[in-house]
């Protein structure tokens, strides 16, 4: 995991920041550009850090939300 220390506190990634606080996140990613016909967004559901100073956020995705996100790269899914 890439983070930020400052003198062994966590900090922003951004501006440096100590104040940081959890989040739960509720994201939709939907793919940009030209393969967007069909591809379907990506729900994701988990703990985000956002910094309270500049609004830096910072969340994993989890494994089986980044192969949907691989499986909208080239082949739509169907919707039914
Ligand atoms: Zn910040």
Known sequence: MCVAHKGGIVVCRSCGSENRSTFGAEISLVRTGRNILGSNPVYILEKAMVC???GFLELTIPKPALEALKG???QPSDSA
């Open 52 to 54: 309270l100073e500049c």
């Open 72 to 74: 909208t790269s080239s």
